[in-house]
């Protein structure tokens, strides 16, 4: 491929400092562009790495024995309405009309799709195990679009489903996917925290995320550096601390405005450890006030588990109106009618509290549930901080922000007993099949290994990802050296070089070719033609060497062995 002719050029300006460095590489060297908030194109040499990855990914689907398939990216509504996530507030679906006036989804993921898919092909449990995986678009209107392929509106996702007889057969195939996640990612050079992980809209029993350790990541993992535990904080359990205390007599103080637990810590100059964080949530079962100390935050993912369906969105004014909820004074004690409370177990637990009265203009201080007040429900509905204690060591938990790029889920019989696929076992007996669902984020991965594979100069591919394996180019005018590159493009082959023959300085294309991160560089200059020899540059290391023309085939053989071996 000739770099002239090539569409997406490099670009000298740098892009806003709200993105990661690897994103703003992967658009100033021509990967990607930009088309609109959370709609990002793909340029022909991000098309190419793109490509790459899926080759990848797939040889590793197709060793877990899984079939390709592709449904589309349009769904009937109807199949969100069997599963029931079509009625969740916290999965708004893109949905418009086709010219019959049928309801139709652009949708978000795959897992309906799937069943009807695996509906039509399991006549009995001898079609069971299957395991299909696919390359589609995802479409999620994302209220903040953020890092830019991190969280777009229109995404590539790897998206695979499995059925099985039973759960002791998901369970046992279960591992085999998250290993292939950690080969997958280990070829793409780049670390992981794998962590346990909630199950959200998704549903199901089990799920494990996948994240790269960033500090610009919007998910936080809770890592043990003793036992190893690790947990995204929305489920990662831990032992709060509550330091221990006299019990102090309950007091009534005045309170004006709707203060927070921020402000009232400051006004009282008492540590947020001795407020309370009360937030409410709507739910399909009427509101839910959720308590937890003011120095944490709710885990919805929790709350959701206790309650036993999801509590995401937060109250409307108008619910909190209904219901003679004021903001700034809302407590667990003395709830109005038909709000539900759960209160964080270490609320329970700490001595000598702030609690509002849900009237406004008075607070308690010195509050003591049990002595002052009755008890509460109460769980662990919090996420933890950096500093709790691990459950199993005692060791303190580290908390490490971190972007996700992968999931993979334990869904049992979530999906298949609500949209009724069944079959027969071997007893005769109509039983449902349990299920496992297992994403990756193509442009989140290729973000995270932009990030990942880099430095000052620019991107660093892995081989097997890059768009091109060699960068070629010419310096000087000599026909001779014309023709010895067309020769070499020739010999290597149009879809492993990329010659630049444009009419640049050497500065120019050197600097280009370290920004697009191409592996090898192979430079035809004066040494050809003073000693008949190449100049070879590896983009990773830095090392440079020169070797006779007629040599470039077993050198190549060899770097490239030194590459793959290295992954």
């Avoid at 491929?1 to 670009?11: A, D, E, F, N, Q």
């Avoid at 007996?429 to 297992?438: E, H, I, R």
């Avoid at 990773?540 to 071996?565: A, D, M, N």
């Amino acid at each position: 491929m000739k770099y002239s002719r090539l569409i997406g050029k490099t670009i000298r300006q740098q892009s806003g400092n709200q993105t990661l460095e690897g994103y703003s590489l992967l658009l100033r060297g021509g990967f990607v562009h930009v088309l609109g908030q959370g709609l990002i194109s793909y340029l022909p040499m991000g098309k190419k790495v793109l490509d790459n990855l899926k080759v990848l990914i797939a040889r590793e689907m197709h060793d877990l024995g899984g079939e390709e398939f592709l449904v589309p990216l349009v769904n009937p509504i109807s199949i969100w309405d069997k599963s029931g996530r079509s009625r969740l507030k916290d999965n708004p679906l893109v949905t418009f009309k086709d010219v019959q006036g049928r309801t139709l989804v652009l949708a978000s993921t795959h897992e309906e799709a799937a069943v009807e898919l695996a509906r039509s092909t399991v006549l009995s449990y001898r079609d069971l195990p299957l395991f299909i995986y696919q390359f589609q678009t995802k479409f999620r209107d994302e209220t903040k679009t953020r890092l830019g392929l991190v969280h777009a509106k229109e995404f590539i996702m790897k998206d695979a489903y499995s059925f099985h007889r039973s759960y002791a057969d998901l369970n046992n195939f279960f591992p085999k996917v998250f290993n292939s996640y950690v080969r997958i990612f280990q070829k793409c050079n780049i670390p992981i925290l794998p962590a346990e992980s909630g199950v959200g809209i998704m549903g199901g029993s089990k799920a494990y995320e996948f994240h790269f350790p960033h500090e610009q990541g919007r998910d936080v993992v809770m890592v043990c550096p003793s036992c190893g535990y690790k947990a995204n904080r929305s489920v990662a359990v831990g032992v709060k601390l509550s330091k221990p205390e006299a019990l102090k007599g309950l007091k009534r103080i005045k309170i004006n405005g709707s203060p927070d637990s921020n402000s009232l810590s400051e006004n009282l100059n008492l540590p947020l450890s001795k407020m309370i964080k009360p937030r409410v949530y709507e739910s399909e079962e009427g509101p839910i006030m959720a308590v937890v100390r003011g120095d944490y935050d709710v885990s919805l993912d929790k709350l959701s588990a206790v309650l036993g369906f999801l509590a995401t969105t937060p109250a409307s004014y108008e619910t909190l109106k209904t219901y003679h909820l004021l903001p700034g004074h809302i407590s667990p004690v003395y709830p109005p009618e038909g709000v539900r409370v759960i209160v964080d177990d270490v609320v329970i637990n700490t001595p000598n509290l702030v609690l509002g009265n849900n009237k406004g203009g008075m607070h308690y201080v010195n509050a003591n549930f049990g002595r002052d007040f009755d008890l509460p429900p109460s769980a662990d509905i919090a996420q933890l901080n950096k500093g709790d204690l691990c459950f199993d060591c005692g060791q303190e938990l580290g908390a490490h922000s971190a972007i996700e790029m992968g999931n993979i889920f334990k869904l049992d019989d979530y999906y298949t007993k609500r949209m009724r696929f069944s079959f027969e076992n071997d007893k005769g007996k109509k039983v449902f099949p349990y299920m496992g669902a297992y994403g990756m984020g193509l442009g989140r991965l290729m973000t995270c290994i932009a990030e990942a594979n880099r430095d000052e100069q620019g991107l660093i591919w892995p081989l097997g990802l890059a768009p091109y394996a060699y960068y070629l180019m010419g310096i000087g005018h000599s026909p001779r050296i014309s023709q010895a590159v067309d020769e070499l493009a020739e010999e290597l082959g149009t879809d492993t070089v990329i010659v630049d023959d444009r009419v640049e300085s050497i500065g120019v294309k050197f600097r280009d070719a370290a920004l697009i991160g191409i592996p090898l560089r192979i430079v035809v200059g004066r040494s050809f033609l003073e000693n008949d020899e190449l100049e070879l540059k590896d983009r990773k290391t830095g090392v440079k060497w020169f070797i006779p023309r007629e040599r470039l085939k077993q050198e190549l053989k060899i770097w490239r062995e030194q590459h793959v071996s290295a992954i």
